[in-house]
């Protein structure tokens, strides 16, 4: 549309997987380009998963000068030129129990796995080649330890892979923290657990504030629900053609999937680089 090309935008922000990426699990080819064009521009792109920071970082580091920005774990850390911008950390006890809770469904014959997320590293008990080949997509910094319900680190979220369906059997066994806490299933297999008000929504509100940007000059890129309240952030919400269906209902403009490259073209008819 032609009033695409008159949008202010100067903040961009996207999820990852499923939303960015392509089917492969990769960062597409044509958005280098597009990242060159829009700091060009002073648009700021930001990339906001529930993956690691130090993951984000080593996605991006053939282009971060040192001054980009990350919304991490969720919404949990939300770095800037490698700088906190903001965190919430779990209580200890809280991430004690996610843990304890872990060995008693895989005791029950669920298969799943805890990864206690902290800012220096992951952490993890369960070390078989399936559930590390997983963990090691999202947290490149991790560690195999006896007991994770007692890491010395400051824990921002707890991750639990489930290898059946997250949103049938391992969030439904969390659903006692929900009036506490954040049980978000943030893909088909992966449940985050953080404090009550920590999201992708709230990180980004952080960051507008921080650098000046209202929402009607942000666009955002989501597919599933942990997406839904960073969609709340933006006048130019959009879900990717592939995402989950409240995702869909939720963003106020659709993109074409993230197989078809959806977030650079969109960014890119919107902003008229054509």
Known sequence: MNTHH???????V???????????GRIPDALWPLLAELNERGIVFCPASGRQYATLADQFAAVDDGGMVYIAENGTYVVRGGVELSSDPLDPETASWLVK???????????????????????????????????????????????????DDEVIKVALFDFGRAEETTAP???VLADSHQVVVSSEHWVDVMNPAANKGEAVRSLQRALGITAAQTMVFGDYLNDLEMLDAADWSYAMANAHPEVRRRARHQAPSNTENGVVRTVRETLGLE
């Open 173 to 175: 066994a969390l659903s």
């Open 14 to 24: 996207t999820d990852m997987d499923g939303t960015l990426l392509d089917a492969d």
């Open 6 to 12: 008159k949008a202010d935008i100067r903040l961009v």
């Open 101 to 151: 809770a872990v060995r008693q469904l895989t005791d029950q014959g669920v298969d799943a796995g805890a990864v206690v997320c902290g800012k220096r590293s992951a952490y993890v008990e369960r070390s078989d080649e399936a559930f590390m080949t997983e963990v090691r997509k999202y947290y490149h910094r991790h560690e195999i330890v006896e007991d994770a319900s007692a890491v």
